[in-house]
């Protein structure tokens, strides 16, 4: 079993950066990944990284402004996102998954609560 509480969302201007954080508690040695969900849309993947952080994969729409990454020692998954823009408006969950490098929602086994992100322009 695994739990998951994420943290560090709010409400920032456009440009602004937010980091997040996701502490994980029972069984951590998943890979690991951000998703995010909007009003009136689907649950839409951001990035992952692999169980021991060598590896990570993003979304276009977030590439080149956010960085996942995990502290082991630490049971933390972190997200930091920069020069944020109003579509990135979301309430974002980290997740675990038992598979390497996926980034299908069903292909996550356990789930937080979310954090809410708010951009305004």
């Known amino acids: 079993q695994v739990q998951l509480v994420e943290s560090g969302g709010g409400s920032v201007q456009a440009g602004d950066s937010l980091r997040l954080s996701c502490a994980a508690s029972?069984?951590?040695?998943?890979?690991m990944g951000w998703f995010r969900q909007a009003p009136g849309k689907d649950r839409e993947f951001v990035a992952t990284i692999s169980s021991t952080g060598g590896r990570t994969y993003y979304a276009d729409s977030v590439k080149g402004r956010f960085t996942i990454s995990r502290d082991n020692a630490k049971n933390t998954m972190y997200l930091q996102m920069n020069r944020l823009k109003p579509e990135d408006t979301a309430v974002y969950y980290c997740?675990?998954?038992?598979?390497?490098?996926?980034?299908?929602?069903?292909?996550?086994?356990?789930w937080g609560q979310g954090t809410q992100v708010t951009v305004s322009s």
């Open positions: 997740a675990t998954s038992r598979y390497y490098i996926r980034t299908r929602f069903d292909e996550y086994d356990y």
């Open positions: 029972g069984r951590t040695f998943y890979a």
